[in-house]
């Protein structure tokens, strides 16, 4: 510890205690002037007038308890008022007398994480496991149409046959042993999907738990064929009512099936999974004949087995079991206008 001198720079305590025991002895004076010189240094000494100071003599440093003969004063309590001391420094504000009572509700109480695993039974830790709701994976749903085989599906249950780059050789030569000159050489057909397709869905109310796989059929067909390939429509029950928005949004366009185009229907015929009742009805007889006039390979998708298919509607529809177990071979095994089961 150090304090500033005059000209002579740091003066330490020893040299300050030096410096007051020196001015001790018998005269009265020494020892008023020793407790002025403490008390300028904030030292609050106070020496008996009998006791001399000495370099062993203690002093007492308790800022807090200063000598009457000195102008120290002690810093402001709290308590007190905001009233300017003597020295200038203003006094804090006092505190409220009262206690003020807090808003804050507590939480309630929760058992610890520990705690929430043993409160279970034994049976459900062994047989279950618990997932984080947070990162739980959501369910998956098992399509009528898996992504694995839907293009091999799709392909064979939409594509057309046109005559290809192969000759066919068997029936030219039946044509030239029966001394018959054909026009032009005859070739095998090949298919082709550049005729995209029409797609009627059946959104009626029994088709309420597969509207989600006929939205799922539509982004298929579209991921095959193309989207500027694919018109689709939407009919309640009755194809010749199905239709579409057009592009603007300002008037609904009827269905009208065009030559040569395939048509992909996916409709239960409104038959509810009843098996004794199965007749399609007249309108759906109207609706194949139509596509049958106009060269429509028409294929139909119907969820249920086929004890519930209806029986009423002739040779030329295909229809399908819609069920995760179709596969191309099923279809390509059935052969035009006929009625022949993919199983």
């Known amino acids: 510890m150090s304090v500033l001198g005059g000209g ?16 001790g002895g018998d005269d009265p004076l020494a020892h008023t002037h020793v407790d ?9 000494v106070g020496v008996a007038a009998a006791t001399p100071l ?22 402001p309590t709290p308590h007190q008022s905001g009233v300017r001391s003597p020295s200038g420094a203003r006094r804090p ?24 695993a043993g409160s279970l039974p034994a049976w459900f830790n062994a047989a279950y496991r618990r997932i984080d709701p ?34 066919d050789l068997d029936l030219l030569v039946r044509q030239l042993v029966e001394q018959r000159l054909p026009p032009r050489l005859p070739r095998l057909s090949s298919p082709t999907l550049s005729s995209g397709c029409q797609l009627l869905l059946d959104f009626s109310g029994s088709m309420v738990p597969w509207w989600e796989d006929l939205r799922d059929l539509t982004r298929q067909v579209k991921a095959v064929l193309g989207e500027e390939r694919v018109d689709v429509f939407d009919f309640r029950g009755e194809p010749d009512t199905a239709g579409h928005w057009r592009r603007d949004q300002r008037m609904r366009e009827n269905w009208q099936p065009e030559p040569g185009r395939p048509i992909l229907v996916a409709t239960d015929f409104g038959i509810r999974g009843e098996s004794v009742a199965r007749v399609a009805g007249s309108r759906w007889r109207t609706f194949v004949d139509r596509c049958a006039r106009h060269g429509c390979r028409l294929r139909i998708l119907v969820p249920w087995p086929r004890d519930c298919w ?29 009625h022949r089961i993919a199983r």
Do not use: N, Y
């Open 8 to 23: 002579r720079g740091e003066v330490h305590l020893g040299d300050l205690i030096v410096a007051l025991a020196s001015l």
């Open 36 to 44: 002025a010189i403490a008390g300028c240094l904030g030292f609050g």
């Open 54 to 75: 000495s370099p062993t003599t203690p002093i007492a440093c308790d800022p807090t308890q200063p000598s009457p003969e000195t102008s120290f004063q002690p810093p």
């Open 93 to 116: 504000e006092p505190l409220p007398e009262h206690v003020l009572k807090s808003r804050l509700k507590p939480p309630p109480d929760q058992p610890p994480p520990h705690d929430v």
């Open 134 to 167: 947070i990162h739980r994976d959501p369910l998956l749903r098992r399509g009528l149409l898996p992504a694995h085989t839907a293009r091999g599906v799709l392909t064979a249950a939409l594509a057309s046959w046109r005559p290809g780059d192969q000759i």
């Open 310 to 338: 209806p029986h009423d509607l002739g040779l030329h529809p295909q229809l399908v079991h819609w069920d995760p177990s179709i596969s191309a071979g099923m279809l390509h095994r059935q052969r035009p206008l006929t």
